[in-house]
């Protein structure tokens, strides 16, 4: 260090040491960085949280207008054909369901897509649900007997094999 970095009281011959305006600039330039990391970090993950609230917000309500169309025992064209309903924030859902047919017996692999416009904030959201539907009344009775004859034949045959 030199000279002028250094004070000397001749009375106590204690040294101090004081800070340059360099090493002052630079560890205000570092507190300051870390400032701006902590804040950005700060603020993505709250962000990160509000989007993953409103996501789980968009679930809950897909959910529960699942239950509440599947309550309601439409018909396959009213189901395939979808609506819009208000929801508890003001906002509005619009619904479609897409139908198909599995190999289980009056059973139908549904997929319900939600259109979500929010009323408090420009933000809309979609959402697809996929259940799988017991409804007797929306086969065709000749593919229902057809399933189950093939039902029926398997059944039959897998019977024959376990009978010595």
């Known amino acids: 260090m030199s000279a002028s970095h250094r004070v000397v009281n001749p009375m ?5 040491r004081r800070f340059t305006l360099i090493e002052t600039l630079l560890a205000l330039a ?4 870390a400032a701006v990391v902590l804040t950005t970090s700060f603020y993505d993950a709250q962000r990160a949280l509000e989007w993953e609230s409103r996501s789980l917000t968009y679930e809950k309500m897909a959910d529960w207008a699942v239950d509440r169309i599947l309550e309601l025992k439409l018909d396959r064209d009213a189901m395939e054909k979808g609506d819009r309903v208000s929801t508890l924030d003001g ?25 979500f416009s929010a009323a408090s904030d420009d933000e809309d959201g979609a959402l697809t649900v996929n259940r799988l539907v017991y409804a007797p ?12 004859k093939e ?11 376990m009978l010595p």
């Open 12 to 16: 106590r011959m204690i040294v101090c």
């Open 151 to 161: 039902k029926m034949d398997r059944f039959e045959s897998r019977k024959a094999r």
């Open 137 to 148: 009344t929306w086969s065709e009775a000749r593919d229902r007997a057809a399933l189950l």
């Open 91 to 115: 906002g509005k859902l619009d619904w479609k369901a897409t139908v198909e047919e599995t190999r289980i017996l009056d059973c139908f692999q549904v997929t319900f897509s939600f259109a």
């Open 30 to 33: 570092v507190f300051g960085l």
